[in-house]
């Protein structure tokens, strides 16, 4: 049986939005005129779909400041023509300076992957994230207690998405043209709030390796 949310709950985020357009407008009055003509964001932003990290919100971006997709455990896959259209569109047309890669601890996808639990067709998404442990399953079997082990799949994750926005052909082409565009990979605290740099900014194809290597590097190190 479906279980509609009660209308009271519905129609109060139609009475916020129209609270929120008001006071808006009472600070700036040509706001919404002005973000209507055209959108000019110099980011992109690919996150986990979590509900407990909005792009906007946790880096102060105001609407059109930020280009978003988001996905269940902010997973980059060569094939996915859903989000190479959205890298594709922010590079190509709106010509974004920085891509951002955010992972999160304490995200459900990874914690899945972690405990090898079924959540259902999510599970062959999730397959990604678990290629990435597969990958790292050394350095993850090194690690001794299970809250370490998720937040550095958390972390390796973030890495090798980041890594994927690099080698795409649309980022790589960009670099070819000699556009200025840098890839970062990212980590998200739900406990503080605060995000963590794992990767350099990466801003040529020739940096990818050195960055990537520099990223393993820095999480090998404090594993030991
Ligand atoms: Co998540």
Known sequence: MANPQPPSDIDALLRNNRAWAASTVRADPHFFQRLAGQQTPKYL???CSDSRVPANQ????????????RNIANVVVHADLNCLSVIQFAVDVLKVEHIIVCGHYGCGGVHAVLHDTRVGLADNWLRHVGDVAQKHRAVLAHVGSDAHRHA????LNAIEQAINVCQSTVVRDAWARGQALSVHGWVYALRDGLLRALTPGIADSAAIEPAYQAALARIHALTQ
């Open 152 to 155: 550095l799949l958390c972390d």
């Open 45 to 47: 932003w690919i996150g």
């Open 58 to 69: 946790i880096t102060g971006m105001q609407p059109g400041e930020v280009f978003v997709h």
